[in-house]
């Protein structure tokens, strides 16, 4: 599986852009704010239909464009594909095309172009909030499974609508009487999540630990807990014992979500957690246990979706490598030789054996 071409138009700083790629590796070189990590978002994009740095798809048109435009040309499933995207402002609908052919759904896209993003923020996740894990965990699983996407979008919807609801009863306290039918839909979908999430973390988990396992020379144990509401006794169980679990716990809270108007329990406060030798990262880890845990979970997160579509998704790393020392630099440059693979630097002469090095400046492509 390979990106062999894209092409942009009016795409964040680049008015046009066309760019071949090597089937390997591809060091992107250029000063900052020169739109390395633009054309990585691209590449992103492209593969997922999600921007990994904006919030709404206005950020993604060039400053005075009327559209944006993504297209690649890609090798996989054993065939040239293409994939295309057309972005607009406001309320306009994206457009999306597989093949010369419109689709309706991100999940006819699904397996065409898989990618595993890595950034310095990823190297701080164990250390970070709930929320930026979360993100992590759903960010992977809607590429492997189409349809915990679908679900996911179908939770955050009935959540806001929930959280209206619990707002408005302060004014008009007789719309508290359909609270209860969310309810019972939140935690339909909601188990949904748990079973995807649950099963997800722990083929994670296994693969981490195999890699951290390499990383540390066998000297620590990682171990990856998968943490969802106090009522779930097993996340593995069927979805209707999850579902009667779920509203369970949202029966101890109504009283405290009616008086604070706010959606207190829930998957959407899940976590994760990650331990090494029975010590806790986020709390007491070390910054270089830290790197190297998040190191091993993204292998891991490569490794899952290299299982599931049966070729190596391509792999992004922004800026990653100068963040690490020289020794997790080598052991990342060393997991990273097969399939193709995208890296962003300021410094070109420190990794041009690499591969074919791309240079960018201002929005251009000059190699």
Same mark, same amino acid.
């Given at each position: 599986?390979?990106?062999?071409?894209?092409?942009?138009?009016?795409?964040?700083?680049?008015?046009?852009?066309?760019?071949?790629?090597?089937?390997?590796?591809?060091?992107?070189?250029?000063?900052?704010?020169?739109?390395?990590?633009?054309?990585?978002?691209?590449?992103?994009?492209?593969?997922?239909?999600?921007?990994?740095?904006?919030?709404?798809?206005?950020?993604?048109?060039?400053?005075?464009?009327?559209?944006?435009?993504?297209?690649?040309?890609?090798?996989?499933?054993?065939?040239?594909?293409?994939?295309?995207?057309?972005?607009?402002?406001?309320?306009?609908?994206?457009?999306?095309?597989?093949?010369?052919?419109?689709?309706?759904?991100?999940?006819?896209?699904?397996?065409?172009?898989?990618?595993?993003?890595?950034?310095?923020?990823?190297?701080?996740?164990?250390?970070?909030?709930?929320?930026?894990?979360?993100?992590?965990?759903?960010?992977?699983?809607?590429?492997l499974r189409p349809n915990y996407d679908a679900a996911l979008t179908e939770y955050h919807r009935i959540l806001d609508q929930k959280?209206?609801?619990?707002?408005?009863?302060?004014?008009?306290?007789?719309? &508290?009487?359909?609270?209860?039918?969310?309810?019972?839909?939140?935690?339909?979908?909601?188990?949904?999540?748990?079973?995807?999430?649950?099963?997800?973390?722990?083929?994670?988990?296994?693969?981490?630990?195999?890699?951290?396992?390499?990383?540390?020379?066998?000297?620590?144990?990682?171990?990856?807990?998968?943490?969802?509401?106090?009522?779930?006794?097993?996340?593995? &169980?069927?979805?209707?014992?999850?579902?009667?679990?779920?509203?369970?716990?949202?029966?101890?809270?109504?009283?405290?979500?009616?008086?604070?108007?706010?959606?207190?329990?829930?998957?959407?406060?899940?976590?994760?957690?990650?331990?090494?030798?029975?010590?806790?990262?986020?709390?007491?880890?070390?910054?270089?246990?830290?790197?190297?845990?998040?190191?091993?979970?993204?292998? &891991?997160?490569?490794?899952?979706?290299?299982?599931?579509?049966?070729?190596?998704?391509?792999?992004?790393?922004?800026?990653?490598?100068?963040?690490?020392?020289?020794?997790?630099?080598?052991?990342?440059?060393?997991?990273?030789?097969?399939?193709?693979?995208?890296?962003?630097?300021?410094?070109?002469?420190?990794?041009?054996?690499?591969?074919?090095?791309?240079?960018?400046?201002?929005?251009?492509?000059?190699?």
């Amino acid at each position: 599986m390979n990106l062999r071409l894209l092409e942009l138009r009016s795409f964040r700083n680049y008015r046009e852009a066309a760019v071949e790629f090597d089937p390997g590796v591809n060091l992107i070189v250029g000063d900052n704010a020169q739109g390395k990590t633009n054309l990585l978002e691209a590449v992103s994009y492209l593969g997922s239909g999600k921007s990994f740095r904006a919030q709404k798809t206005a950020e993604m048109i060039r400053f005075g464009g009327e559209f944006a435009e993504i297209q690649g040309k890609i090798f996989a499933q054993e065939r040239e594909q293409s994939l295309r995207f057309l972005l607009f402002p406001g309320a306009r609908p994206r457009q999306m095309f597989r093949n010369g052919a419109r689709k309706k759904s991100l999940s006819d896209l699904a397996g065409v172009l898989p990618s595993v993003l890595f950034c310095p923020e990823d190297l701080l996740v164990l250390k970070m909030g709930a929320a930026q894990r979360r993100r992590f965990g759903d960010s992977a699983l809607c590429q492997l499974r189409p349809n915990y996407d679908a679900a996911l979008t179908e939770y955050h919807r009935i959540l806001d609508q929930k959280s209206r609801i619990l707002k408005d009863r302060l004014e008009n306290p007789a719309v &508290a009487a359909i609270l209860p039918e969310y309810n019972l839909r939140l935690c339909q979908v909601g188990a949904l999540l748990i079973s995807y999430r649950a099963r997800f973390y722990e083929g994670l988990g296994k693969a981490a630990a195999s890699y951290h396992g390499q990383f540390s020379g066998g000297s620590e144990e990682f171990l990856l807990e998968y943490r969802t509401v106090s009522t779930v006794t097993d996340p593995f &169980a069927p979805v209707k014992v999850l579902t009667d679990q779920l509203l369970d716990h949202l029966e101890r809270h109504s009283r405290a979500e009616l008086e604070t108007a706010q959606c207190l329990t829930g998957p959407h406060k899940d976590d994760f957690s990650v331990s090494l030798s029975g010590i806790d990262l986020k709390a007491y880890g070390s910054q270089g246990q830290t790197r190297t845990a998040a190191i091993s979970l993204k292998l &891991a997160q490569r490794e899952l979706m290299g299982r599931e579509f049966g070729e190596e998704p391509v792999l992004l790393l922004d800026d990653v490598l100068s963040e690490l020392d020289p020794g997790r630099q080598d052991f990342v440059l060393n997991q990273i030789m097969s399939g193709q693979v995208f890296i962003t630097c300021c410094e070109p002469g420190r990794f041009t054996k690499l591969g074919r090095t791309i240079e960018i400046k201002n929005g251009s492509v000059l190699t």
